[in-house]
């Protein structure tokens, strides 16, 4: 494995579902000056290796994390865009047996839940959960409106 690589894999790794921009900032701090498009083109190969999880939520930059090895979900803040690990709720994957697979071999379950989170709503304590914030203030690169299911006002 080069160098280049094992830096990406440790800047993921100590870093908490970082973005390309972040990994690469990280990477360069560790090994030297590395090409943005030598960073992408590792994520992919590690990403196919099975060695980083990429995560997309709808809106938001692709973030990765190391955290391969099980089958687990994500909480994306709609105001600040931060992203957390949730495990599954009840037993072991059980997201990865749906009522229909349509004939489908399901390996893989991609649950995002959107919400706000606890830096967030304490800057509006009069949220509750399930409210919609719709005077939510996303970060530029997140639109409420591309989440999955969600349809435009």
Known sequence: MTAARL???QTVR???HLDVDAIHHGV??????????????SLNALHRGGL???IEPAGSPTRYET???DNHHHLVCRRCGR???????VGHAPCLDPVSDAGFLVDEADV?????CP????????LTAGDHPSTATAPESVSRDEEPGRTAP
Request: hydrophobic share 35%; aromatic share 6%; with cysteine.
């Open 7 to 9: 830096a990406i894999l």
């Open 14 to 16: 100590d870093g908490d």
């Open 28 to 41: 360069c701090e560790r090994v030297g000056q590395v090409s943005l498009q030598a960073v992408y083109d």
């Open 52 to 54: 980083l999880r990429r």
């Open 67 to 69: 955290r391969v090895g």
């Open 83 to 89: 992203v957390t690990d949730v495990d599954c709720a």
């Open 112 to 116: 995002i839940y959107w919400g706000v």
């Open 119 to 126: 830096e967030c709503h304490a800057g509006d304590p009069s």
